[in-house]
């Protein structure tokens, strides 16, 4: 079994053979310590992780002429965390933090150039609905970021929104307001994934799966990186390892949660309604929750619209929260977080959605397909983006929180920057990793 990447040595922190190392069994197989073993090659960057964030920034590194290492502990195409699947909302509007919508424009142009250079669609600017009280949780941000940095848009009340999108029903007795965005829609996130890595390997990357990385010791000059097929050195590491970056995180006093997620795709009666075209992407805040969704595509593998949760009730985090990343590969719980999840997207369905829209004569809405992801979720919701305290050879980017695929393009420019020793890019303040770090064990 995989174990987790957990410690980091320094230089001058005390011997590699500390307590701190994950106790062996007399059985398990002695991997040679970095340093001890031969390295294998040497790279001007190492990226361990290759979800998204590690596929675009191994991209953007080899685009920039570093010789570029990436390595994944699983095959390039498993689903056992938050990147895979067929696609994602992007959105100017963003009520997380006004700050994200410089980096989101930067991303749309990002995008648009990957598509360019991999003759691959993977954006769709079918439109992006956002919509939920006057006074909700999701609006009044959503409003004061426009303010600030302002993007394309309309409000519409809800009697307009159901006659422009007859898909949705919206009741017309609550106090709901919506912001159209044309310009948002969603992004083909395999497809995307595919790209990155196509363009990093014709860049000259090298991109190793089945590497799991154990163990890296930052020495002068250098980090070297320990897998189980071998030990790779290079003057800057990359960690993009998702929610795998759990225990790292706890040695700076950063607490992540991890979240097994359900997606779900439902067939419309009449299935022109849920197009892309006819429906925008949408995010929809009702008294019972904060879903989102993608419109139908004949483009996935996955046919009919696509409905999640996006927020949490007790009862979920309760079901769904992982205690590592390793967890998603166990299933318990998946039935019963689907009785609880099911019903809540229903309900939400029939009170939001025109009537009969997806369930036809029947009572019971019956989804056509059923997707499990993984969210990591930082302590304040923003993403975790900087050198690890203590170190300047070492970055990670994690704690996407379940808003970050748009940004991959934008967070592999960040990371490059930090690896060519650059100036960081004024406006990704907000998300530095060191702002949440406490009492923080650095290794040192
Ligand atoms: C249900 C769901 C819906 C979402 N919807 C949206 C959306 O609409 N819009 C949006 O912008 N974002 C959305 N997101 C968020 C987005 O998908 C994530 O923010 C993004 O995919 C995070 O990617 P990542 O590369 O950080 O993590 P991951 O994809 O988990 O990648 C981490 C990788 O590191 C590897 N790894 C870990 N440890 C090691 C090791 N020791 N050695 C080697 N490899 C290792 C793992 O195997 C994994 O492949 C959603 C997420 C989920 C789960």
Redesign the pocket.
Known sequence: M????RFVEMADSPSSSDSSDPPQSEDAPRLPRPGSAPIRDRYDAIV????????ATCRELSRRGLRTLG????DLH?D??????S?????RAYSEHPSYVPLVERAFDLWRDTEEESGQTLLNTCGMLTAGPAKGRIVPPVLATREKYPFDCELLTPGEVNERFPAIGFPLDKDLVAVHEPGGG??Y?DRALEAFASSARANGATLLDC????HWTEEPGRVLVE?EEGTFEAPFLI???????KPLLSQFGIEVTL?R???FWYLAENEQLIRAGTMP?FAIESPRGIY?G?PDNHDTPEEGLKI?R?DNTPELLEIATLDS?EEMRVERWIDDQEDLVRPMIEAFAREYFAPGLLCGESRELVPSDM?V????LSPDGH?LIGHIPGSSRIAA??G?????????PVVAELLADMAENKPPTPGADFLRLDRLAGSARTGR
């Not at 361990?48 to 596929?55: R, Y």
């Not at 056992?80 to 699947?85: D, E, K």
């Not at 960690?239 to 970056?245: E, R, Y």
């Open positions: 995989a174990q987790y990447l361990v992780g290759l979800g998204v964030m590690g596929l390595l994944e502990q699983y498993h056992q965390g938050c990147s895979h699947g696609t994602r909302i992007i959105r969603y992004l996130a590497h799991h990385v154990r897998s960690l993009t390892t998702g929610p795998w970056a979240l997620k359900l997606v992407s989102y993608v999640g996006h990343g997707a992801r993984q969210y990591c993403f980017a994690t996407f929180s379940g808003h970050g695929f748009k940004f991959a």
